[in-house]
């Protein structure tokens, strides 16, 4: 085969994915050659056929081997234009086809390299001969705009589902296109008792039947989007990610005034959000804000929690100061109210590109947007009768005397906010947690160092 000729086949599979796109299904097409010649084609249908293995590549192998009456294909060449999965890759090996040839690389299920390579396994008894990369932009772009014409229909009829609160605003949807690293679908609830109609999004991705659960809760000033680095790696494992956007931050709904915010009300919110999704087998994963107000809920359903993976956050019980490095940050907050978060988190993170620092300050389009951002810094608890001090120190006393569960603590040496110190203090007051695990080039969003902290928390966490 030429070069001319993988990419005359390949348009023709690009035709199949269009023709998929067409009927709502992920736009993959897969065209199976034999002497020159079209023996079969394939496009995607899952969810038309209810049939999860009706993948392009199943489909034109079944054509083919139904017309020739022999599932053995020794001597064709299989086009389609998205790196095959491992359930599509095992059946390529099976069918016994010399070469099999894709377009754009898939990075979450790719079994031809990008995940795993099943078709470099050398015990096999068949190996077949994989070339990817041909029309790659072609196939990609394809993929990328269907996705992003199901996302603006999803968040459309969530606008449409939830209405807008006249006391709140709604960052405009455009926003949040196209995020660096942020791909996933989102989900919305509004009718929770707490909420009062106002909208909460959240992610959900994994399986419901997890044998864990990793709820994610972020601080202030980011949103979910600062777990993009660590949920992949939660996934893969074959684990469920849940990560909201508390109320005022990120997708959710923002109250215009300041006052709209409290501890007991954001932490009922999170309470009724557990119990609705019903989480179950939960690791709390908390950093900031996430733990000022995560730390209190397994005490309320400790039958829920299995675990608890904190970063650079505390339990505010009003009983001891606050570190110094809070107070410098609440006064830069007062004096600077409009702030860059982007630039923010650059500071402690130079590894950010411009478009990542760009979604940091998404939810936050203007001065009316940023109510949460002001409110939080003085909502930290700084005496024992202020407002969440008493719900930290019953807190406190059920994770060193009543939590039974596992823990992991990682502290980032470069935070000036809070520092090591405060994160020995929490490790010290977590019942048989793990020896801390101080970070050397971490500052405060250890999230942004997330991978290898993801991986040796699925270490950690899993038996």
């Known amino acids: 085969m030429t070069v001319h000729d993988d990419t005359h086949w390949m348009r023709l599979a690009l035709a199949e994915a269009e023709a998929a796109a067409h009927a709502g299904e992920v736009p993959v097409g897969a065209v199976l050659v034999h002497e020159g010649r079209v023996l079969a084609t394939g496009r995607n249908a899952p969810v038309a056929g209810h049939d999860p293995t009706a993948h392009a590549e199943i489909v034109a192998l079944r054509a083919a081997a139904q017309q020739r009456g022999n599932y053995r294909l020794e001597d064709c060449t299989l086009y389609v234009t998205l790196e095959p999965c491992a359930m599509c890759s095992g059946a390529l090996l099976h069918a016994r086809l010399p070469r099999v040839v894709y377009g754009a690389p898939d990075p979450k299920t790719g079994a031809a390299g990008s995940v795993v390579d099943l078709f470099a396994q050398p015990l096999l008894n068949h190996h077949t001969q ?72 959240y992610l959900d991705e ?23 680095r660590m949920l992949p790696v939660f996934t893969q494992a074959g684990h469920r990610v849940v990560a909201p956007d508390l109320i005022g931050f990120g997708q959710s709904d923002k109250p215009k005034k300041e006052d709209a915010h409290s501890f007991a009300w954001h932490r009922q919110v999170l309470l009724e959000l557990v119990q609705r999704l019903d989480l179950r087998n939960v690791v709390l994963v908390v950093q900031d804000w996430g733990g000022i107000l995560g730390l209190t809920l397994p005490m309320e359903m400790p039958g829920r929690f299995a675990g608890l993976l904190a970063m650079n956050t505390l339990l505010a019980t009003g009983d001891a100061p606050l570190s110094q490095g809070f107070l410098d940050w609440r006064a830069m907050c007062a004096r600077q109210p409009l702030y860059g978060v982007g630039r923010l988190l650059a500071r402690g993170n130079p590894h950010l590109s411009a478009a990542e620092c760009a979604a940091y300050d998404a939810p936050f389009p203007d001065a009316g947007h940023r109510a949460a951002l002001r409110a939080f810094p003085r909502l930290v608890p700084e005496h024992p009768q202020a407002a969440g001090a008493a719900l930290a120190r019953a807190a406190r006393d059920f994770w060193q005397h009543a939590w039974t569960g596992r823990s992991l603590l990682f502290a980032g040496a470069a935070d000036p906010v809070l520092g090591v110190p405060v994160m020995q203090q929490l490790q010290q007051s977590v019942r048989g947690a793990a020896p801390l695990v101080v970070l050397p080039h971490a500052g405060h969003f250890v999230q942004e160092q997330g991978e290898p902290v993801a991986r040796q928390a699925v270490e950690y966490f899993v038996p």
């Not at 864990?212 to 202030?220: A, D, E, I, Y």
Request: hydrophobic letters at 40%; proline letters at 9%.
């Open 130 to 201: 994989v070339q990817g990369g041909v029309l790659a932009q072609e196939c990609g772009a394809l993929l990328a705009a269907f996705f992003r014409t199901r996302r603006s229909q999803q968040r459309a009829q969530a606008l449409a589902a939830h209405p807008l609160r006249e006391d709140a605003l709604r960052t405009p949807a455009k926003r949040f296109a196209d995020l660096p690293g942020y791909p996933w679908a989102p989900h919305y609830l509004s009718d929770l008792p707490a909420l009062g109609g106002l909208r909460l999004h």
């Open 206 to 228: 994994g399986p419901r039947a997890a044998p864990l659960t990793w709820l994610c809760l972020h601080g202030n000033p980011t949103w979910s989007y600062v777990y993009r």
